[in-house]
C-alpha cells in the first residue's frame, strides 16, 4: 500500500519559536495532501488541503498566516507552526490523496508547546 | 454543522463475538465511505471502504454494510480480537473533502 512519512514524530519547543513538519509520500506522487489536527480522544479536524504548485485551501477558522502549508513537490508538503504557543499543542497528522478519493495517512507529529 | 454522526462512542465486545459501528450523513451527494483504523500515538490507516453503488462490502473479517435510502452505513468485525481494539472512524467524501465521525472506542476483551 502507499506509504506516507512525517517528520519529525515528536517534538518539543518553546512559546514563540517555529516548527516545520514534513510529510512525505514515499512510493507514489500525490498532488493533494491534507493537513489535519486531533485532540486527545477527539475526531481528525480537517485544517487545510495542500495542492501541488498552489496556494492551500484553508478550513474556516484556521489561521493561514499561523499555519503555513507548502507543496513544493508531488511528494512533500510542509506544514509551519508560526509563533507557536501552548494553545497549538496537538497532534498533527497529514495524509495524501491516491487516486480521485482515497487517503493514506502519516504517521503523526506530535507538538507540545511549553 | 457534523457531516456525519457516529455511534457508539464506545464499545466493548468479548473476544469471538461480533463488533458493530454505525455511522449516519444527511448528504446524499457523498460518494466514497471508508472505515479507519486508528491505534494510539498513530496516524489513521484505512481499513475498508464502500461506494454507493453496492450494499455490502466484505475483506476478511471486516465488513460495511450501506443502506443508501436510509443514509446510513456501518462496520462489522466478525470475530473480534484483542489486537482489533482501536479507535474506529467512519469518513464521508464529497469535494474534495473528508469529514471524520466522532469515533469509536473498541475494546475487545479476551
Given at each position: 500500500g502507499?506509504?506516507?512519512?512525517q517528520?519529525p ?5 518553546k512559546?514563540?519559536t517555529?516548527?516545520k ?11 493533494t ?6 485532540f ?11 495542492n501541488?504548485?498552489s496556494k ?19 511528494t512533500l ?15 498533527y ?14 504517521p503523526?507529529t506530535?507538538l507540545?508547546?511549553? | 454543522?457534523?457531516?456525519?454522526k457516529q ?11 461480533i ?12 460518494d466514497?465511505?471508508?472505515w ?5 500515538g ?9 461506494r ?16 443508501k ?12 480480537q ?9 469518513s464521508?467524501?464529497?469535494?474534495n473533502?473528508?469529514y ?11
Amino acid at each position: 500500500g502507499a506509504v506516507v512519512s512525517q517528520h519529525p514524530s515528536r517534538v518539543i519547543c518553546k512559546s514563540g519559536t517555529s516548527v516545520k513538519i514534513e510529510c512525505r509520500s514515499l512510493d507514489f506522487q500525490a498532488t493533494t495532501m491534507f493537513w489535519y489536527r486531533q485532540f486527545p480522544k477527539k475526531s481528525l479536524m480537517l485544517m487545510a488541503t495542500s495542492n501541488e504548485g498552489s496556494k492551500a485551501t484553508y478550513e474556516q477558522g484556521v489561521e493561514k498566516d499561523k499555519f503555513l502549508i507548502n507543496h513544493a513537490s508531488l511528494t512533500l508538503s510542509t506544514l509551519t507552526v508560526t509563533s507557536a504557543h501552548p494553545e497549538d499543542s496537538s497532534f498533527y497528522i497529514c495524509s495524501a490523496r491516491v487516486g480521485e478519493d482515497t487517503q493514506y495517512f502519516g504517521p503523526g507529529t506530535r507538538l507540545t508547546v511549553l | 454543522q457534523q457531516q456525519v454522526k457516529q455511534s457508539p462512542q464506545s464499545l466493548i465486545v468479548q473476544k469471538g463475538g461480533i463488533s458493530i459501528i454505525n455511522c449516519a450523513y444527511e448528504n446524499t451527494a457523498f460518494d466514497y465511505f471508508p472505515w479507519y483504523q486508528q491505534f494510539p500515538g498513530k496516524g489513521p490507516a484505512l481499513l475498508i471502504a464502500i461506494r454507493p453503488d453496492v450494499s455490502e462490502k466484505k475483506e476478511g473479517r471486516f465488513t460495511i454494510s450501506f443502506n443508501k435510502s436510509a443514509k446510513q452505513f456501518s462496520l462489522h468485525i466478525m470475530d473480534s480480537q484483542p489486537g482489533d481494539s482501536a479507535t474506529y472512524f467512519c469518513s464521508v467524501y464529497n469535494f474534495n473533502k473528508f469529514y471524520f465521525g466522532s469515533g469509536t472506542k473498541l475494546n475487545v476483551k479476551p
